[in-house]
């Protein structure tokens, strides 16, 4: 049987891992007693190594890891791949993450389907409600499964199986220069201690996918961290899956599901639109503006280039009204000629999306002076 641990992984944060632990013994475990690891690195206080020995686990073995020197979020998360030695799949699981009662029920049935799978490389308990990239509310296409594909790794709550770890823990050793691509997310570029982008930049590259669930079944509480300089509840934290659900219906292959590529972009339009993926930059979140300089293009901009067809925003989510071929004048499809684009990235999609109140959030979320900053690079730059 697949064996399955929960591994906590915790730094100084006493209060946040109190509210993960009793998250999870709230959880369904059916008759399994799955171990809980209570993974610490090194702070300056043993405060944190206190309360994990005293901790008492309900459901199964309790270990504690303690390591005596402090390694940093990124080498902290790759060590755990140690556990594998003995056990199956993994469920990572920072201090700052709560899980939903039924995340247990979800691990065991896609940890169990996708083992070994060529195509999915990991699983997330975390459902994006917000496009990291461009700080936007994201609605994925709905089909008949509980979950959909993307190639996009997750920190927020995930489960690594040991057959796939492996694979990728060996292209990381060999990938460790992460330089600036046209074929990466800007954003994640920038990420100067992140683990997490090396994931990600795995997926992309080998076109591998992380499974999501419809419904989150992890949330994130935005707590004050090393890498979280202040508290960000509101940008974080997501509808989670509540109740017992005993089934979570999950596609056999990428193909028989909806997939999104690490820009957010749902690789369906490819075929409604009759283009190879290796011709066609799909935009619709405008973060890409056609880097690899690809013969077609898929955007909101209205650019100098020749008009192939264009579509309305008339549904969501956006990719809807291309996928339903709704014909309009808001939705572009360019003939480039492989020439450069020469207009700016078109990120706030706000007044399609949202009403008056979700741009003063997103404004929120964005930084007022960041805002008031990049619009004015924006109009300049017209």
């Not at 270990?63 to 020197?69: F, S």
């Not at 975390?126 to 594909?149: A, H, K, M």
């Not at 795995?202 to 419809?214: D, M, S």
Request: hydrophobic share 35%; charged share 25%.
């Amino acid at each position: 049987m697949n064996k399955i641990a929960i591994v906590a992984v915790t730094y100084n944060r006493t209060d946040s891992l109190k509210r993960l632990l009793s998250s999870l013994e709230k959880a369904y475990y059916a008759d399994e007693r799955p171990t809980l690891i209570i993974s610490i690195d090194k702070s300056k206080t043993d405060v944190v190594e206190q309360f994990a020995d005293d901790y008492f686990w309900p459901h199964g073995e309790k270990i504690v890891r303690k390591h005596e020197q402090n390694l940093g979020l990124r080498n902290h998360m790759m060590s755990l791949g140690e556990w594998f030695e003995r056990y199956g799949t993994l469920v990572i699981l920072e201090d700052d993450i709560v899980v939903s009662p039924c995340f247990y029920t979800y691990v065991r049935q896609a940890s169990d389907k996708y083992m070994g799978n060529e195509e999915v490389c990991g699983i997330s308990l975390y459902s994006f409600s917000r496009n990291y990239q461009t700080r936007l509310p994201f609605t994925p296409l709905s089909s008949e499964y509980d979950g959909f594909f993307m190639n996009c790794a997750m920190s927020w709550g995930e489960v690594w199986m040991k057959p796939q770890w492996q694979e990728f823990y060996k292209w990381y050793l060999e990938h460790q220069e992460f330089l600036v691509e046209p074929h990466l997310p800007e954003l994640i570029c920038r990420w100067e201690k992140s683990w997490l982008k090396y994931h990600t930049k795995y997926c992309i590259e080998t076109n591998k996918y992380f499974l999501f669930p419809y419904i989150s079944l992890s949330s994130n509480s935005g707590d004050v961290g090393v890498h979280m300089g202040t508290g960000n509840s509101w940008g974080f934290q997501v509808p989670m899956q509540y109740g017992e659900k005993n089934f979570f219906h999950l596609p056999d292959t990428a193909s028989d599901a909806v997939c999104y590529d690490g820009f957010f972009e749902n690789k369906a339009l490819y075929h409604s639109l009759g283009l190879n993926e290796e011709d066609c930059c799909i935009d619709l979140c405008g973060t890409q503006c056609n880097r690899l300089k690809k013969r077609y293009w898929l955007t909101l901009v209205k650019a100098d280039f020749p008009l192939v067809k264009s579509f309305a925003l008339a549904s969501r989510p956006i990719e809807s009204s291309v996928i339903n071929g709704e014909y309009g004048n808001e939705i572009f499809l360019y003939d480039t000629g492989n020439r450069k684009c020469k207009y700016p990235i078109a990120k706030l999609l706000v007044l399609y999306l949202y009403n008056i109140e979700e741009i003063s959030m997103f404004v929120h979320q964005y930084g007022w002076k960041s805002f008031i900053k990049d619009a004015i690079k924006l109009l300049i730059r017209r």
